[in-house]
């Protein structure tokens, strides 16, 4: 059975505090709720890619709502994990223009190097492989997101240099 | 008809920067239309006869004439980079490679408007887009074209970027509303319309990046000049984005008019097909409009040549005809397989619907696995008219548009390409062990069906 009760360390630091200010200023008073979305991208960005229920409810005493509407949020999007996901995860698109371009063999072939199935993680918890729905790069296909960024054009090569340079560290996820 | 007015700029270095921007003339329509009346504005973009460019095509000028100004209550514009459907990536590339051309739109509309707090709306996975704009719009703050009183006119606006979580429907207006209200993206029910009841129960106007970024030409050089771009009620120039089949995919700003035929097959723009494969279907505006088959592509069913306009390339309505939507142009060739392509859009709707109505919800998922029986060789005959009926009881019931985008792509597959299913469906060891990268062309195993 597939393991739920998942820990998870919570650390707001001062530099996210103050992000998360920055965020919530850019709504009148009163209306802090609607900075919930950026908010949770930042602080999943903080948190190894995933939010907990804790940490979710961290985030409605932030922005001082309540817990629910929070998780109401983050169950409709699937920008935000619910659970452990590796530290560089690999979203290949597989919508028509892609999956025309082989998308599909892209993946395989991903999973395959990486030993691991469609929406898992490894071992060491450093990859997970999912596929996703169109994100808007059809003229560049094949393609997957890591991070913030895009990389388009794939090939079976590009795979094996983009996971090494993952291990190697040589890869910025965010674009701070 | 190789004019550009948005794209014009995209090759100078440094062009992403407001000093290049700024030296290259940019900014100069907001200096003018901050000497404007704000009503002035809104009259040039309704003769400009600009049409919304995320799909509808909604006159953009009588849209703005629709604000509540009588409420009293702050009125707000909201830009849609949304950008989710599939083959569309125009919005991306303007906003990349150009933001302060969407920053300068903001402005002039935001004044139209009387807006003093606007946003854009982009979707999450555009992340690195997100940060590129909020450096700009630092930019321009700093530079004195956003805050408070922009250069001694009186006029204040502030302008944030506010990114959503990954969801295609928060690309209609009303889901995009509640999504920047911080909650689910379900689409309201209309009336009331966001330009009474929006943004907070503000009155609020929602336009796509391109109409908004259409904006600063028109004030410099008039709704008259512009309307002088493109043919007939096609007014301007328009971004497509070209992905599938062809041998350069890509953004192209086109002065709408050109021929499909010119568009696809020239150097400047698609270059034909890959490997000089036999053109097999063509998707105009995204993955939510019908697909048109080889025969109606370059002609209309009159015969007429079809053109890259709103009307030529919906003549016909759907029977013959399809939308230009936003501007996805999804090339395939023969080797495609139709009912695996279909499924595939299938699959995207199902997961993508926001489940409030039933009839999208349900059928969405019923279409999704109806066609994945059928694309995996265990279809049987009436499962073609199943779809068909599945299909036609979503069109039109459902609150927002995302029910008919689900339901176009099957009934065009059905009408279009009906004896490919049938093949699926006859020969079904045919179909189990076939590689879907090498597939057999359809053309070439048709004759089957005579037996």
Sequence with gaps: MEKTNYKQDINIT???????????????????????????????????????????????????????????VTTFYTMFNQKPMGKYMLEFCSTSCCAINKAEDMMDYACEKLNIKPGQITADGMFSVVGVQCLGACGYAPMLQLGDFYHEHLTKEKIDLLIDDCKAGKITLHDK | MGRKILLDKINIPGIKTYEVYRQNGGYASVEKALKMEPDAITE?????????????????????????????????????????????????????????????????????????????????????????????????????????????????LDLHVHCGGGAYICGEETALIESLEGKRGNPRIKPPFPAVKGLWQNPTVVNNVESIASVPWIVLNSGEE??????????????????????????YEIEMGMTVEEFMNSDEYCGGMIDDRPLKGLIPGGS????????????????????????????????????????????????????????????????????????CREGTGWMEKVLWRIENGEGRMEDIDLLWDIQSKIEGNTICPLGDAAAWPVAAAIRHFRDEFEYHIRFPERIKNRDHFTNEPFEKVKHLLKS
Aim: glycine letters at 10%; charged letters at 20%; hydrophobic letters at 35%.
């Design chain 2, 44 to 156: 040039e973009v309704k003769t400009s006869g600009l049409r919304g460019r995320g799909g509808a095509g909604f006159p953009v000028g009588l849209k703005w004439s629709f604000i509540d100004k009588k409420s009293g209550n702050p009125r707000h514009l909201v830009c849609n980079a949304d950008e989710s459907e599939p083959g569309t990536f125009k919005d991306r590339y303007l906003m990349e490679y150009i933001p302060h051309l969407l920053i300068e739109g903001m402005i002039v509309s935001s004044f139209a408007l009387g807006a003093n707090l606007s946003y854009i709306y982009i979707r999450g996975e555009y992340m690195w887009v997100f940060k590129t704009l909020e450096r700009a719009i630092k930019e321009a703050y700093a530079a004195g074209w956003l805050g408070k009183n922009i250069k001694g006119t009186g006029y204040d």
């Design chain 1, 14 to 72: 001062p530099e996210l505090m103050a992000r998360i200010n920055e965020l919530i200023s850019h709504y009148p008073e009163g209306k802090q709720k609607s900075a919930l979305l950026p908010v949770l991208h930042e602080v999943q960005d903080a948190h190894d890619n995933w939010l907990s229920l804790e940490l979710q409810t961290k985030v409605a005493e932030i922005l001082n709502i309540k817990p629910i509407e929070v998780f109401e």
């Design chain 2, 288 to 359: 939510s409009v019908p697909i048109l088959p080889n025969n109606l592509i370059f002609k209309t069913a009159n015969g007429e040549d079809r053109l890259m306009t709103y009307e030529s390339l919906s003549d016909g309505g759907f029977a013959t005809g399809s939308s230009l939507g936003s501007g996805g142009f999804i090339v395939y060739n023969d080797t495609a397989c139709i009912v695996r392509n279909t499924w595939n859009f299938s699959r995207f709707y199902h997961h993508e619907s926001c489940g409030q109505c039933s009839p």
């Design chain 2, 226 to 251: 512009y309307s002088k771009i493109g043919l007939g009620r096609s007014t301007g120039t328009k971004l497509f984005s070209v992905s599938g089949h062809v041998k350069k995919p890509g953004v």
